[in-house]
């Protein structure tokens, strides 16, 4: 499916247009002192012309037949782009942990890694991060690799979704 581009869509933002819009699907999840988990998702991209798309995310648990169990994460930000080809990322998690990332952008992917992690004094405790998202096939596939609770950096959540 060709991609639109809006009419007032930053310059600094061009490698980012694929992802605009609504993206639902579902992924796994794993990591040292959990159970592995299934889960659905949705991620929302929006954009107003400013160098920069706001990102919001929330998932749930769903069972072995897709069942909604429980919800689980949501996150919001930023994906600030202050120059063509670099992004800058603002996250508040509803766990207690706010992070901020640095990465690169190319047409269909995004690579970021943790500059800062701040948490509450209630949120586990997490240390550092990479992020890796891809427009595969007309998809948006993401992986997530987290360093928390004193364990490496490790692979913890990856999935697959569709736009909408």
């Given at each position: ?16 247009v694929?992802?605009l819009g609504?993206?639902t ?16 998702q ?9 160098p ?5 995310a929330?998932s ?18 930023f ?5 063509r080809?670099k992004v800058e990322?603002v996250?508040?998690h509803n766990?207690g942990?706010s992070e901020?990332?640095?990465?690169n ?12 992690v701040?948490f ?11 992020r ?11 992986a997530?690799d ?19």
């Open positions: 499916m060709p991609i639109e581009l809006p009419p007032n869509l930053h310059l600094n933002c061009a490698p980012l694929w992802l609504t993206w699907g579902s992924g796994k999840g794993d990591y040292p002192g959990m159970e592995p988990f299934d889960y659905q949705e991620l929302v991209f929006q954009q107003d012309g400013r920069f798309l706001h990102y919001f929330r749930w648990i769903v069972d072995a037949n897709g069942e909604k169990v429980r919800d689980a994460a949501q996150e919001t930000g994906l600030r782009c202050p120059e080809g990322m996250l508040a766990t942990i901020i990332w640095y990465g952008a190319e047409d269909g992917k995004i690579e970021l890694h943790t500059a800062g701040s509450t004094e209630s949120a586990r405790e997490v240390t550092g991060g990479h890796l998202y891809g427009n595969v096939e007309g998809d948006l596939l993401y997530y987290m360093e928390a609770t004193g364990h490496e950096l490790q692979p913890h959540l990856w999935a697959r979704l569709k736009r909408t």
